[in-house]
Structure formats: C-alpha cells, structure tokens
Antibody, heavy 120, light 110 residues
Framework: QVQLVESGGGVVQPGRSLRLSCAAS????????MHWVRQAPGKGLEWVAN????????NYAASVKGRFTISRDNSKNTVFVQMNSLRAEDTAVYYC?????????????WGQGTLVTVSS | QSVLTQPPSRSGAPGQRVTVSCSGS????????VYWYQQLPGAAPKLLIR???QRPSGVPDRFSGSKSDTSASLAINGLRSEDEADYYC???????????FGPGTKVTVL
C-alpha cells in the first residue's frame, strides 16, 4: 500500500533554511503529482505547494511563494521542499501527500508528518 | 481568514445524523470538485469524500457528500463515537492557482 515518510523536521532559527524530504513507496511515484500541506499547532490545514508528476509545473501558496521550493527526484521516489527565510509563523507539522492523478489533483494519501519549529 | 467557510463545531448523539457545511465561491467550489478529509485526534488527515460525493474504498457508507453551486455538505448518518474528529473541506481555487481548505469543523459525539 501507499507509504509516505517525511523527514528533515526540527528546530531552526528565524531566517535560516531547512529541507524536508518525503520518501514514497507502494505506488509508481513518477506517475503522480505530489503536495505539501502544513498544520500549525492547534490550527487547521494549510496547503503549501504541489508539483506535477514530471516536475514541470509547481504551484505555491501566497504565504510561502518566493521562500519555499518544491522539487522531486523520480529516480529516488522522493519529493522535497526547500524552506528558506523561515519565520515563526512557519512553525507547523508538514505533511506530504500523493495526488489522485498526474497533475494537481487533490491528495488521496497522506504521510504522518514532520514537525518544524522556528524559534530563536 | 479561510476562503472556504465551515462551522467551528457540530455535535450529535450516537445514532443521529450530523451535517457539516462548506461555503465557497465561483472560483473554488463553484467550478471544481470538493474533497472532504477526516482528522482523528493526533493523526494525519484521511481522505473521506472525493469529487463531491464519492467514497474511497474502506469509507463507511454512513458518510456522504453533496455539492450545489458554491456550497458543499458532508453528512454523517448513524453517528458513532469513532466519528469524533475534525473534518475539512478542500477545493482547487482558480484565482489563487492553489488548494484551499476550510477552517475545519470539530464533530463531537455526545
């Protein structure tokens, strides 16, 4: 079955960078779009970014545009999000999600999440 | 503020029917599918309803979804204690070129 395992979370100072990874298994990774969604402590879900199956198209939430970059390595079945210029309000559990289809279709499977804490 | 609107909470006794509404606009719900996710306490979200009203394999038929114009609704029939969770609606927004989630509705079983 589909398995998504996020890693790379931790505590980071404001203004610094962090890269999250999501290792996928149980499906043909190169055929599906992927997403990142975050959830601040005690808050709701916020979509962050998505990337098409072939990496050619990426979309970002306004709150992270210009600071975060989503990418993927289909040879390693992994999707990444590079997070730069981190702010306190980026503190959240970050989930990766498998799209229903090749492009920007919604998430049908979720990982367990990795916690990012931005604090001095 | 969320682009999609949901009531903060809903409650019902075991066996009752509970509905959760989700209101949007023409750029999201009005022109795209609505998805519903269930998040149990301390867990990752799980897909509950896809494409307005389709249940993925394994989701009990007590859960159903509907959509009309710029609003959608999730219904839980025969409420059970294990349904106590947060429920989120989501849709693609053509103006924002991205996904929007509702703020979530906490369903409590009395």
């Amino acid at each position: 079955q589909v398995q998504l395992v996020e890693s790379g979370g931790g505590v980071v100072q404001p203004g610094r960078s962090l890269r999250l990874s999501c290792a996928a298994s149980g499906f043909t990774f190169r055929e599906f779009g992927m997403h990142w969604v975050r959830q601040a402590p005690g808050k709701g879900l916020e979509w962050v970014a998505n990337i098409w199956y072939d990496g050619t198209t990426k979309n970002y939430a306004a709150s992270v545009k210009g600071r975060f970059t989503i990418s993927r390595d289909n040879s390693k079945n992994t999707v990444f999000v590079q997070m730069n210029s981190l702010r306190a309000e980026d503190t959240a559990v970050y989930y990766c999600g498998k799209s229903e289809g090749h492009f920007a279709e919604p998430i049908e499977s979720w990982g367990q999440g990795t916690l990012v804490t931005v604090s001095s | 503020q969320s682009v999609l609107t949901q009531p903060p909470s809903r409650s019902g006794a075991p066996g009752q029917r509970v509905t959760v509404s989700c209101s949007g606009s023409g750029s999201n719900i009005g022109s795209n599918y609505v998805y519903w996710y269930q998040q149990l306490p301390g867990a990752a979200p799980k897909l509950l309803i896809r494409r307005n009203n389709q249940r993925p394999s394994g989701v009990p038929d007590r859960f159903s979804g509907s959509k009309s114009d710029t609003s959608a609704s999730l219904a839980i029939n025969g409420l059970r204690s294990e349904d106590e969770a947060d429920y989120y609606c989501a849709a693609w927004d053509d103006n924002l070129t991205g996904y929007v989630f509702g703020p979530g509705t906490k369903v409590t079983v009395l």
